[in-house]
């Protein structure tokens, strides 16, 4: 069983309609620690990125998530759009110029990700940013089996996404509000958790319909 | 919840018609080389340092305002709130470029540094040096200067840049005056009322009616603390009390004075404010030399106003006496 491109490219569209019906409560939660565009951000990126991947003919696994990197980008610009542009450059540079990858080494998407949003926002674990539910996904990786680490990404990225709400911003625009912005789930992380759970659905279903544990 | 009422079209259309109706306005001063790119039709030229600013949208006048002779070269324009991506910055710089470098200047935004750098990092691919400084005038933002946020203060450190560029100075000579003209620019604002998103017409905040949040910032970002609405000349004393606190000035120094709307308060209860101010700056020693008062850095239709003074000394004076010719500010 392979990962393909049509994959990839029902992934964006799941991202894009998520991230559109999250838009005004990831707007609210934002309002209460930034500007309360985040939601926004999301969708119109990711409504980009899918209209991008959609427009490819005959490509690569690669090709998809550059594409969905440049247009995610230019269509948002803000924090999120150089975030999650070279997320998707370093995703694409795992996925590899192939149609199809092997659906076992498809968890490595979220470890790329999670490392290219490490590398363009120089933020730490604990930080109260997206990071803190990217990079407990990313951790709870481990050498298969694929279901159980698929399982185990997104329950990470859930926790990690809600123990934002203690935390004290130490990066980005929230930052500013020191001990204010305590009692706030940080909505970076929290859209971060949701896409990461549509993409754990999405591999989940696959491996299920294939037997794969 | 009811919605906020705007005269737009399509809420995610707005920064585009805007732009739109600015150039249809102002080409005798602006011209749009890509769709998020303003750039001066009279202000870059070969050998002088292009000087490039940008953001987000919904500070109007800031920041394409700002952009002619004598000021900014170029703007980059962001989504509203938002950072523009690196490719209208690079747009925006490639049109100003004059072969003396480019000089990148933004209010200190963890969005605006990514995508700006990103686009530092393509000009050097063109061969093209670019350089950055961060605005951070908005005293209530921090206790540290380098971590501040970028505010009104713009008005007057952009100003002195392009000043300094448009002398012809070369681009360590402008880098270090804007450096200079941002540590001698100090903002504080207070906000009596939300402002609200052209794609959500929801406000981004609660203020609830009677209260008002010190220090907060031009994208609602909360301030020092929430407290009473209260009489206009206490609000001033409040925001002055800090302002000449982080100034240090000694007596007899010169101020540029910068009374701004965020949005919605009028120029009447602005001249209030400036009446106190004024005699705060005369009971201090201090020289006001030029005083600034009108919307120059909004937060979309927010209620409430900023206070910034620039401290003057002998290499800042001239460069905000020099004339300048924008669509939107004009002076000599």
């Keep these: 069983m392979s990962y393909q491109t049509q994959h990839l490219a029902a992934l964006f569209q799941g991202f894009a309609s998520l991230m559109t019906r999250e838009r005004d409560t990831l707007c609210r939660m934002d309002g209460m620690i930034g500007d309360a565009d985040h939601g926004i951000a999301m969708a119109q990126g990711m409504v980009a990125a899918q209209v991008a991947v959609a427009a490819l003919g005959d490509c690569t696994l690669q090709d998809q998530f550059n594409a969905a990197a440049k247009a995610f980008l230019n269509a948002v610009g803000a924090s999120s759009g150089p975030l999650y542009a070279t997320a998707f450059l370093w995703a694409g540079k795992v996925a590899g110029q192939r149609a199809q990858m092997p659906l076992t080494e498809t968890p490595q998407i979220i470890v790329a990700m999670a490392e290219g949003i490490a590398h363009r926002g120089k933020a730490q674990p604990g930080q109260k940013t997206m990071l803190d539910a990217w990079a407990p996904a990313a951790a709870a990786i481990g050498a298969g089996p694929l279901r159980a680490d698929i399982a185990a990404a997104r329950l990470a990225a859930q926790s990690g996404a809600l123990a934002t709400t203690d935390m004290i911003a130490a990066i980005g625009r929230a930052a500013l509000l020191g001990e204010r912005s305590r009692g706030h789930p940080d909505p970076g992380a929290t859209s971060a958790a949701m896409l990461i759970s549509v993409f754990c659905d999405q591999i989940e279903r696959l491996a299920q319909a294939k037997d794969i544990p | ?332």
């Design chain 2, 1 to 332: 919840m009811t919605q906020t009422q705007k005269l737009i079209n399509n809420g995610y259309d707005a920064v585009d018609e805007m732009l739109q109706g600015v150039m249809a306005a102002h080409a005798a001063h602006l011209l749009r080389p890509s769709p998020r790119a303003i750039v001066a039709r009279h202000g870059p030229r070969p050998g002088k340092v292009a000087l490039v600013i940008g953001g987000g949208s919904g500070h109007e006048p800031t920041f394409l305002g700002f952009v002619g002779r004598g000021l900014a070269d170029a703007a980059a324009i962001g989504n509203v709130f938002a950072s523009p991506p690196p490719q209208p910055i690079m747009d925006a710089a490639m049109a100003a470029n004059g072969g003396a470098g480019v000089l990148f200047m933004y209010g200190n935004y963890a969005g605006d540094v990514m995508n700006f750098d990103m686009a530092t990092e393509m000009l050097e691919m063109e061969g093209i040096e670019a350089r950055t400084v961060l605005t951070t005038d908005d005293v209530a933002s921090s206790p540290d200067r380098g971590r501040r946020r970028g505010v009104a203060g713009n008005v007057f450190i952009f100003k002195a840049a392009g000043a300094a560029a448009d002398l012809g100075l070369p681009l360590d000579e402008v880098e270090r005056l804007a450096r200079h003209a941002n540590a001698r620019t100090y903002t504080m604002g207070v906000a009596l009322s939300a402002c609200s998103l052209p794609q959500t017409r929801r406000p981004n905040f609660d203020l609830p009616v009677g209260e008002m949040e010190i220090g907060m910032g031009i994208h609602g970002e909360k301030g020092i603390r929430r407290a009473a609405l209260r009489p206009a000349n206490e609000v001033v004393d409040e925001i002055m009390d800090r302002l000449l606190a982080e100034m240090q000035a000694m007596r007899g120094d010169r101020v540029a004075v910068l009374v701004n709307s965020l949005g919605s308060t009028p120029l009447m209860e602005l001249y209030i404010l400036n009446a106190r101010i004024a005699e705060r700056l005369q009971s201090s020693g201090l020289q006001t030399h030029l005083t600034l008062v009108g919307p120059y850095c909004t937060a979309l239709e927010m209620t409430g106003a900023s206070i910034t003074l620039m401290h003057l000394d002998d290499s800042l004076q001239p460069l905000i006496d020099h004339p300048c010719d924008c669509a939107m500010f004009r002076q000599g």
